[in-house]
């Protein structure tokens, strides 16, 4: 699940899984003798967690007609809306983060 985030390394914005890997040529070439320096120590993780209370109640309060009358899909508000449901932590995406951030509507207390 981590394996899928993205982190900045070297100018560019690879997954953590795609580290790994490049992590992994090093070592092995390291270790058969090729001259390459080797350097295991990397920034910490930070992670912000997508699924806090106000998210779900946010996704939850979505209507699927307002949702769609911003052109935004309805199959993904209805998945979003599962995974809000469940209590088990849940990613979003990159793009459908930024639609949850175009939304407006006030999130009611409880």
Same mark, same amino acid.
């Given at each position: +699940?981590?394996?899928? /985030?993205? &982190?900045?390394?070297h100018? *560019?914005e ?9 992590? %992994? @040529? ?15 120590? %990397?920034?910490?993780?930070?992670? &912000?967690?997508? !699924? ?5 109640? *946010? ?6 007609? !307002?949702? #769609? /009358? +911003?052109?935004?899909?309805?199959? %993904?508000?209805?998945? +979003?809306?599962?995974?809000? #449901?469940?209590? /088990? =932590?849940?990613?979003?995406? *990159?793009?459908? @983060? &930024?639609?949850? !951030? #175009?939304?407006? *509507? =006030?999130? &009611?207390?409880?």
């Amino acid at each position: +699940m981590w394996l899928n /985030k993205v &982190k900045k390394y070297h100018d *560019k914005e690879i997954s953590f899984g795609y580290l790994i890997t490049l992590k %992994t @040529r090093e070592l092995v070439r390291f270790l058969t003798l090729y001259n390459v320096n080797f350097n295991v120590l %990397t920034s910490e993780l930070n992670v &912000k967690r997508n !699924d806090s209370d106000t998210v779900r109640k *946010k996704i939850l309060n979505i209507s699927y007609v !307002d949702w #769609q /009358k +911003m052109e935004f899909s309805k199959g %993904t508000l209805y998945y +979003m809306k599962k995974n809000a #449901q469940a209590n /088990k =932590p849940f990613t979003l995406n *990159k793009h459908v @983060r &930024k639609r949850l !951030d #175009q939304w407006d *509507k =006030p999130v &009611k207390a409880s």
